[in-house]
């Protein structure tokens, strides 16, 4: 995934998104909900999750009844205060982190992976947030089945995190949030997501793709290949349709996609199918530990880089200044990304920015800031 980031990015808001759907209010018979409902196990204290199932709402209507809140219809208080009383709900003074939001708990659903990227984000939300004295919470996921998601959800918001904040740009992480999405009923805000419908911040990855591939052209190499992420990763798909759009519109051979993944074993793999390629001249790699491998296989097979074969990376972790030769290649800033990100989770809070369990809806627009091109020595013009 991508990693560092530039030095004074630039920050575009986007389109409006839609806030991620919220659960809907099932009807409910009062004074049976005990009878519909299986009691919960023998020693477990029942917690606002609880209450909000039982009563067939939101999180945060139990909250608005709680602190009596106004604008929460009478037969909405009815049956959350029906639901209290049934379950024995005894409320945590930390609710009301909930309704005030600043002060109280961020929740960050993430990978259990070293990968940079996801490492990298967390821990520049966790610096932003104990900056803006605000207390995160991080669940770790290993899986992003749906029965996995929704245990990581419910585990933050019975803490009562007052948003959530999504860092798992793959697929399948929002294809199970979606199956999840009756356990979200404080804000989601996604981190790289690939637009899928909840409100983000991310880093424009075609950008990015789009600054390397056209530098490459621009020192004369007629065209250029690419080592893709690994499949299901929204970042991945991105990088390699900025590749392919900037290769089109100049009228360049688009040569076939290498299969890879984040790692220097996958790029050493690709630059052993490279080096046998005569007519490759320049190779976007898809991100520095894959152009790491990458520059390796070539080396070992007699390609020198930048002389032979110039490498383009993305990322620009600490390291890739230090590669032999130093690596051209794509920043992103996560210092900027976290401190983003923690701002406009903290606006979606205080606007309400989800939907309210009465229908209504108010819009928290989505971030995307500009990636930087670094340009190094492991690129040049091509030998004639």
Known sequence: MGDRGPQGLRTAATAPARPWPRHRPRPHTPGVSALIHPPLPPGRTPSITDVAARAGVSIQTVSRVLNSAPKVAAGTRQRVLEAITELGYRRNPAARALATGRGGLVGVLTSSSALYGPASITAALGLAATEAGVHLAVEHVVDFDVESVRHGLSRLVDQYAAAV???????????????????????????????????????????????AV?????????????????QGWY????????????????????????????????????GELLARVPEVT??????????????????ERGRSV??????????????????????????????????????????????????DDDGGES?????QLQPELVVRRSSTAPRR
């Open 165 to 211: 904040v999504l860092v798992a740009p793959v697929r399948e992480a929002y294809e199970a949030l979606a199956g999840a999405h009756p356990l979200v009923p404080v804000p989601v805000l996604a981190v790289s997501s690939g637009g899928v419908g909840a409100v983000e911040v991310s880093v424009d990855q075609r950008a990015g793709a789009r600054l």
């Open 214 to 230: 056209q530098h490459l052209l621009d020192l004369g190499h007629e065209t250029v290949w690419h080592v893709r992420g690994p």
């Open 235 to 270: 970042e991945a798909d991105q990088r390699e349709e900025g590749w392919r759009e900037v290769l089109q519109a100049a009228g360049r051979e688009v040569p076939p996609v290498l299969e890879g993944a984040w790692s220097a074993d996958s790029g050493y793999r690709a």
């Open 282 to 299: 320049a190779v976007f790699a898809a991100n520095d530990s894959s152009a790491l491998g990458l520059v390796r296989a070539l080396a």
């Open 306 to 355: 930048p002389d032979d074969v110039s490498v383009v990376g993305f990322d620009d972790v600490p390291e890739s200044a230090h590669f032999l030769p130093p690596l051209t290649t794509v920043r992103q800033e996560f210092s900027e990304l976290g401190r983003a990100a923690l701002q406009q989770v903290l606006r979606m809070v205080d606007r309400g920015s989800a939907a």
């Open 363 to 367: 819009v928290a627009g989505s971030v």
